[in-house]
T-cell receptor, first 115, second 112 residues
Framework: GAVVSQHPSRVICKSGTSVKIECRSL??????MFWYRQFPKQSLMLMAT?????????EQGVEKDKFLINHASLTLSTLTVTSAHPEDSSFYIC???????????FGPGTRLTVL | GQSLEQPSEVTAVEGAIVQINCTYQ??????LSWYQQHDGGAPTFLSY????GLEETGRFSSFLSRSDSYGYLLLQELQMKDSASYFC?????????????FGGGTRVLVKP
């Protein structure tokens, strides 16, 4: 199946700093990518839909100024957590649907810990 | 809005059969997917049902009844490696790039 990568896999940062997470589709093009957040032993909560060449669409309750999304190319979307705080500590996962298919391919996730 | 209900946890022994039910309330339903996630890992696709009926893929099968807003995932001949969380997810609008809404997940624990 198609491969989606994420970088970094793990990051620890100080409160108040910004963290950028990259999501890449390695062997297919993705005009749309999705960003999820997952707390331990909980479900995946969709944060936003990343659209290549246009603004991201955020889910209700997600602050777009805090979670900046850029989808600059057909294979790369980035999520920047600005002014991170301890409550932002979570597992962030991206996914991309294969064009014309029923399956979504998930990245391996990024574990963010804010001290 | 969308909401999906599934049991939080199921325990079974190796070789057994487990059925994970999923009921949903959605607008613009297009299909029901199932994903497996091991602790600390990424979700991986198991199956997708757009039409009523049973889809079989090896030891795993998935069923959908659109009229009942209900589906299930059937795990047969359970193996230790099947211990994981299983999520049902509704695909709402085809035009929205396969946007998914996930259920709360069912943790399956397989015992020897």
């Amino acid at each position: 199946g198609a491969v989606v990568s994420q970088h970094p896999s793990r990051v620890i940062c100080k409160s108040g700093t910004s963290v950028k997470i990259e999501c890449r589709s390695l062997d297919f093009q993705a005009t749309t990518m999705f960003w999820y957040r997952q707390f331990p032993k909980q479900s995946l909560m969709l944060m936003a839909t990343s659209n290549e060449g246009s603004k991201a669409t955020y889910e209700q309750g997600v602050e777009k100024d805090k979670f900046l999304i850029n989808h600059a190319s057909l294979t790369l979307s980035t999520l920047t957590v600005t002014s991170a705080h301890p409550e932002d500590s979570s597992f962030y996962i991206c996914s991309a649907p294969e064009r014309g298919g029923d399956e979504q391919f998930f990245g391996p996730g990024t574990r963010l810990t804010v001290l | 809005g969308q909401s999906l209900e599934q049991p939080s946890e199921v325990t079974a022994v190796e070789g057994a059969i487990v059925q994970i039910n999923c009921t949903y309330q959605t607008s613009g339903f297009y299909g029901l997917s199932w994903y497996q996630q091991h602790d600390g890992g990424a979700p991986t696709f198991l199956s997708y049902n757009a039409l009523d009926g049973l889809e079989e893929t090896g030891r795993f099968s998935s069923f959908l009844s659109r009229s009942d807003s209900y589906g299930y995932l059937l795990l047969q001949e359970l193996q230790m490696k099947d211990s994981a969380s299983y999520f049902c997810a509704v695909r709402s609008l085809k035009a929205a790039g396969n946007k998914l809404t996930f259920g709360g997940g069912t943790r399956v624990l397989v015992k020897p």
